[in-house]
């Protein structure tokens, strides 16, 4: 008889946090000398800044949700048919137009390959997008940059300590030990 173990699959992605005192939060060069290295790995490569701050669960999880939407980006956009090139967006500085360099900001997120993708589906000489499919690929690339983004902000809290005050008044008392046990369950 086959036994289902669905159950271990959390488990094995997300490892208990060690909850610590709260600390005074690191500032100015001390935060910049401790953040510098988790950031760049995970901007080079997505999951691995968690990985080098040893949140092994949050690592395999973004890397993860970033390669699909990576790869679906690049069906969707690769599919568009008829040989047009266009999809990734690429900043327009000459002359300078806010949305399109906005939205290459945010689709450099995805770290070294932004490269690659603005060559195969997007530069200054390409069409602008054409097709629904190339708009849902370039959005698919888009989020995955933010993504990346997103957990670049969230590296730099968690490494300077910062990530414990953004937490409800609730739980941070809990953490401080302000709260007594016979009164938590009140």
């Known amino acids: 008889m086959v036994q289902c173990y669905f159950w271990i699959v959390p488990l094995l992605l997300f490892e208990a946090p060690a909850i610590t005192k709260p600390t005074i939060p690191l500032r100015r060069i001390a935060a910049l000398e401790a953040s510098w290295e988790p950031l760049l790995f995970n901007f080079l490569l997505p999951g691995a800044g968690y990985w080098v701050i040893g949140q092994k669960g949050r690592a395999r999880v973004l890397f993860s949700v970033w390669l699909l939407f990576l790869l679906l980006g690049f069906l969707q956009m690769h599919s568009a ?6 999809g990734v967006y690429a900043p327009k500085l ?93």
């Open 81 to 86: 048919g008829d040989g047009i090139l266009g």
């Open 94 to 186: 000459n002359p300078f137009e806010w949305l399109p360099t906005l939205g290459a900001l945010a689709t450099a997120g995805i770290g070294p390959l932004y490269v690659l993708f603005v060559a195969f589906f997007g530069s200054a000489g390409t069409e602008p997008i054409r097709n629904l499919t190339q708009e849902y690929g370039a959005t698919y690339v888009m989020i995955a940059g933010l993504l990346n983004w997103l957990c670049c902000f969230d590296i730099f809290d968690r490494v300077t300590g910062r990530w414990m005050w953004r937490l409800p008044m609730d739980e941070l008392a809990e953490i401080k030990g302000a709260i007594p046990e016979d009164k938590k369950e009140q």
